[in-house]
T-cell receptor, first 114, second 112 residues
Framework: DQQVKQNSPSLSVQEGRISILNCDYTNSMFDYFLWYKKYPAEGPTFLIS?????DKNEDGRFTVFLNKSAKHLSLHIVPSQPGDSAVYFC?????????????FGKGTMLLVSP | IAGITQAPTSQILAAGRRMTLRCTQDMRHNAMYWYRQDLGLGLRLIHYSNTAGTTGKGEVPDGYSVSRANTDDFPLTLASAVPSQTSVYFC???????????FGDGTRLSIL
């Protein structure tokens, strides 16, 4: 059973507009959430994270929102740029497990067109 | 530049052969991980190590083994490769609990 779900395989957005990538999780023990960006032929790159004690974390153009009651998080990119075109992975971990293995979603491919 | 180095970058291997994927980090991170990425399945954890001398199984450990003799190195071994192990393999490391994992650029492995 998939514990971290990214239900949209792809998303197309115009440059300058907002990109919203969604992620749902089923494990209520998850308390730390991350977003990674991945370009072809490269490893995933850490983008932004959020702890379950917060509901929002912002870093420049990137903002992650966490809704614990709905077990849902989203990544907002404003404004979107062509260089943001990549695959975005949502990931989660259980901090209380004593180690920080991540469970990843399947990814959403974002295409930002000029 | 500090980070994670994986070798080889790609490899074609005959089924039944033994193969070791190398991973070295120079960030002195305690924890290291191996993932495989397959189309439509995202990244799945194979094995991990919380600290030198300890290892643990991830979601898809069968057919793979790891060792962690020191902090910097975390090799992944396929004792007898099978075609279903064709994948892109990523090594990662993290400083500790609830810290972001840093990834290498991957090894593309094809088993024929």
């Amino acid at each position: 059973d998939q514990q971290v779900k990214q239900n949209s395989p792809s998303l197309s957005v115009q440059e300058g507009r907002i990109s919203i990538l969604n992620c749902d999780y089923t494990n209520s023990m998850f308390d730390y959430f991350l977003w990674y960006k991945k370009y072809p032929a490269e490893g995933p790159t850490f983008l932004i994270s959020i702890s379950s004690i917060k509901d929002k974390n912002e870093d420049g153009r990137f903002t992650v929102f966490l809704n614990k009651s709905a077990k849902h998080l989203s990544l907002h990119i404003v404004p979107s740029q062509p260089g943001d075109s990549a695959v975005y992975f949502c990931a989660a971990s259980e901090g209380n497990s004593g180690y920080s293995t991540l469970t990843f979603g399947k990814g959403t491919m974002l295409l930002v067109s000029p | 530049i500090a980070g994670i180095t994986q070798a080889p970058t790609s490899q074609i291997l005959a089924a039944g052969r033994r193969m070791t994927l190398r991973c070295t980090q120079d960030m002195r991170h305690n924890a290291m991980y191996w993932y495989r990425q397959d189309l439509g399945l995202g990244l799945r954890l194979i094995h991990y190590s919380n600290t030198a001398g300890t290892t643990g199984k991830g979601e898809v450990p069968d057919g793979y083994s790891v060792s962690r003799a020191n902090t910097d190195d975390f090799p992944l071994t396929l004792a007898s490769a099978v075609p279903s192990q064709t994948s892109v393999y990523f090594c990662a490391s993290s400083e500790g609990l609830n810290q972001p994992q840093h990834f290498g650029d991957g090894t593309r492995l094809s088993i024929l």
